[in-house]
C-alpha cells in the first residue's frame, strides 16, 4: 500500500521500529501493522490487511488538510482513543523516534561556554517536534514565555506549557484578575482556589447580560468592575492577574479570555515573573517596569478596598500600592494601550508610540538592518494602507551598533485560511474567535501580506491562534518580539492625529516586549517556590560586562558566539512565513462555508462560549 501525502499537514508512518514523516507529494509503502499519525492531533490509523497486499489498498489525504481518511482497504479507525490508550500510543511513538528519554536538564537559555553542540547536532525531526526539546527551569522562566496546554495534542506537543492551575497557586492574598471575556462558572471550577483567595478584583470588559449573571453568582468578597470606555466602540482587553503572595507579586501577562475554549483549544501564550517587596531603604527606587505598571494601573480606576495581609498588616489595595514590590530585575518592558486622545507627553506613551519609544532606545545586531517583520493575531481592523505605513514605522524603529537606523522592515501577516479553520481541532467554532468581517479582511492592499499559520514544530497547526504577536527577525534570530493582547487595529494600537501631534487609542491592552538587553542573571526569585530565594542581583547584560544574549527561535540550529548566550523564545509559528497560495482565502466570520469541517458541520453556525449562562 502506498499513500500519498497531498494535504499541507504532514503523515507519520510509523513501521517497525522506523518512523517516516511524510511531506507533500511523497509516498511510502505501508506494511501490515503499520500505524499511520496524522500531525498534529490526536489521530492514528492502523493498517490491517486481511489478504496481506494481495489486494492492495491506500489511504489518501484529500483536499489539503483535513487529514480526512479514505477507507478503501482494512484499516481500523482509531481517531478518538481512550485516553489512556492514546496516552500510550503517543508515548510509544514518542519512544520510537527519540529512541531515548528527554533531557529534563534541557534549558531555555544556554551559554556558548556550556553544550551548544546540543542545538547544533538535532536530528531534522527534533526540529519538526522542537518544542519537545523546551524544558525551562523555575528560574528561567521569566526569560521566555510559554505557549498555554492544548488538549488532543501529543505530549511532546504540550511541553513546558500551562494551564491557569500553574499560575493560580500557592497562598494568594490578593487576586487582581485583568480580561475581556469572563465565565464565572468556569473559571471558579478549573480553580477553586479562586474562592478561597480573600480579595479578589476581576477587571472586565463584559456586556450587561454576562455582567448581570456574574453579579448573580459570584463570591461575596468578590469586586467587579468595568474600567472607563470614553471614546466609543472601545474595549477592555487587556489579559493580566496580579497575585499578592506574603513573598511578594506575581505578574501574568497572557492572551487567553477566562472561557474554558481559550485555555484548552487554542494557541495563546503567557509571561509571568515573581517580584519581592522591596526593603524599606529601596522604597524609593524606581525603574522602567514599575513606572510603565503603575501607569497603566492608574487608568483603571478600579475602586479601592482594604485588605489585611496577615503579618504584614492592612493596606489600601490601590495603583500605588502596587509600588512596594521590587521591579529591577523585570525581564520584559510593558507595552500598554489606554483609551483616550494622548499628545505632549503622553504621546509616547502608549500604543504603538511606547513600542517605537522604546526601540528607539535599542541597539540592535546589524544582521536586522531592514529584516522582515510579522504581525500575528486573531481580529483584523478596519485598516488602510498609510496606517500600515505609520505602524511600520514604529515597528522598525531601533539602531545598530554603528549607530545607522535599522530602516523599515516589510510585514507579513500570518492569518489562518478557511481550510485552517475547517480542518482546526475545533472544526468551523475556531473560526468565532477569529472575528474579522469580509469587509475588513477582503481588501486588495492586503493580499500581499496574508501568510500560513503553520506550527509543526510545535504541534499548533490545527490548533487556531487567539496568541497576538508581533517580531523583528532575521531567520530564526529574533531582534525583539511582542506577546500582546492587541490585535491589528487602530482601536488597540491607535492611530495619529492632527499632523502627528495626538494619538487616538480606543482599547485597553497590555503586552510585554522581549529584549536581549533586559536579560540579566538572579532573576529566580518565586512567591511560590520555597527552594528559590533571590538571587544577586546585577544590571542588564548589556552594561555589566556579562556575555551578551541572543534571542532565537525554537528550531534555531547554530553556533552561538563565544561572548553570548542563547534565549528560546516559542514562538508557536514558523518563521520566515509562507505566503499564501493562489487557492488559500483568509478567513472572515461573516463567510458562508458550505464544505463540512472535521465534525460535520457548516458556517455559520451557533457557539457555546460560557457554561451556562443565557446571554
Not at 499578592?244 to 509571568?272: E, F
Amino acid at each position: 500500500m502506498s499513500p500519498p501525502q497531498e494535504g499541507m499537514n504532514p503523515i507519520v508512518v510509523n513501521s517497525g521500529d522506523q518512523r517516516r514523516k511524510l511531506n507533500l507529494r511523497e509516498k511510502i509503502t505501508i506494511n501490515n501493522g503499520d500505524v499511520v499519525e496524522l500531525i498534529p492531533g490526536q489521530y492514528f490509523f492502523k493498517y490491517v490487511s486481511l489478504v496481506h497486499e494481495k489486494n492492495p489498498s491506500f489511504v489518501e489525504k484529500k483536499n489539503g488538510a483535513n487529514n480526512k481518511e479514505k477507507n478503501v482497504g482494512a484499516i481500523s479507525n482509531k481517531r478518538k482513543l481512550p485516553e489512556s490508550n492514546q496516552e500510550a500510543v503517543t508515548g510509544s511513538l514518542e519512544a520510537k523516534q527519540k529512541n531515548e528519554t528527554p533531557n529534563a536538564h534541557s534549558s531555555v537559555i544556554q551559554s556558548s561556554g556550556h553544550s551548544p553542540s546540543k542545538r547544533r547536532n538535532t536530528s531534522s525531526s527534533n526540529v519538526e517536534e522542537a518544542i519537545s526539546d523546551f524544558n525551562v527551569s523555575n528560574e528561567e522562566l521569566p526569560l521566555t514565555f510559554r505557549l498555554l496546554r492544548v488538549q488532543g495534542l501529543p505530549a511532546w506537543a504540550n511541553t513546558t506549557c500551562v494551564s491557569i492551575g500553574d499560575v493560580i497557586q500557592g497562598d494568594v492574598l490578593v487576586a487582581i484578575l485583568s480580561n475581556y471575556m469572563v465565565d464565572i462558572d468556569w473559571l471558579l471550577s478549573e480553580c477553586p482556589k479562586l474562592k478561597k483567595v480573600p480579595h479578589v478584583l476581576v477587571v472586565h470588559g463584559e456586556g450587561d447580560g454576562t455582567l448581570e449573571y456574574m453579579k448573580r453568582n459570584k463570591p461575596a468578597n468578590w469586586i467587579l468592575h468595568k474600567p472607563p470606555l470614553p471614546i466609543s466602540y472601545g474595549t477592555h482587553h487587556s489579559k493580566a492577574m496580579l497575585l499578592v503572595y506574603p513573598r511578594g507579586v506575581r505578574v501574568v501577562v497572557h492572551t487567553a479570555n477566562l472561557i474554558y475554549v481559550d485555555w484548552n483549544n487554542k494557541s495563546q501564550g503567557l509571561w509571568m515573573q515573581d517580584f519581592p517587596w522591596k526593603d524599606e531603604k529601596d522604597s524609593a527606587k524606581v525603574c522602567g517596569f514599575e513606572t510603565d505598571l503603575i501607569d497603566y494601573l492608574n487608568t483603571l480606576k478600579w475602586p479601592e478596598f482594604t485588605a489585611n495581609l496577615s503579618s504584614l498588616g492592612s493596606f489600601r489595595i490601590n495603583s500605588s500600592f502596587f509600588k512596594k514590590f521590587d521591579y529591577e530585575n523585570a525581564m520584559v518592558r510593558l507595552i500598554a494601550s489606554v483609551p483616550g486622545y494622548h499628545s505632549g507627553p503622553n504621546l509616547k506613551k502608549w500604543g504603538h508610540m511606547k513600542l517605537r519609544s522604546v526601540l528607539e532606545k535599542c541597539i540592535f545586531e546589524k544582521e536586522f538592518q531592514k529584516s522582515p517583520l510579522v504581525y500575528q493575531f486573531s481580529s483584523l481592523g478596519s485598516l488602510d494602507e498609510k496606517w500600515m505605513a505609520e505602524l511600520k514605522a514604529s515597528m522598525s524603529s531601533g539602531s545598530s551598533h554603528d549607530k545607522k537606523p535599522l530602516g523599515l522592515g516589510e510585514p507579513l501577516i500570518i492569518w489562518p485560511t478557511v481550510e485552517d479553520v475547517r480542518c482546526s481541532l475545533e472544526g468551523y467554532a475556531a473560526g468565532n474567535a477569529i472575528p474579522s468581517p469580509l469587509k475588513n479582511v477582503d481588501k486588495d492592499f492586503l493580499k500581499k501580506y496574508w501568510a500560513k499559520w503553520k506550527g509543526s514544530h510545535t504541534g499548533r497547526c490545527r490548533a487556531m491562534p487567539h496568541i497576538k504577536t508581533y517580531t523583528r527577525y532575521n531567520g530564526q534570530n529574533i531582534a525583539w518580539f511582542l506577546l500582546t493582547s492587541a490585535n491589528l487595529s487602530k482601536a488597540a494600537w491607535g492611530a495619529l492625529q492632527k499632523n502627528n501631534s495626538q494619538l487616538m487609542i480606543r482599547s485597553y491592552e497590555l503586552g510585554v516586549l522581549f529584549l536581549s538587553s533586559l536579560v540579566k542573571k538572579g532573576c529566580g526569585f518565586s512567591c511560590t517556590d520555597n527552594d528559590l530565594s533571590l538571587k544577586s542581583r546585577v544590571g542588564s547584560i548589556e552594561n555589566s560586562g556579562l556575555p551578551r544574549t541572543k534571542l532565537v527561535t525554537l528550531t534555531w540550529r547554530g553556533d552561538a558566539d563565544v561572548n553570548s548566550e542563547v534565549v528560546q523564545l516559542p514562538v508557536p509559528y514558523e518563521l520566515p512565513p509562507q505566503l499564501y497560495c493562489f487557492e488559500d482565502v483568509p478567513w472572515s466570520w461573516d463567510r458562508r462555508c458550505n464544505q463540512r469541517d472535521v465534525y460535520g458541520q457548516v458556517w455559520p453556525r451557533q457557539v457555546k462560549l460560557y457554561s451556562c449562562q443565557d446571554t
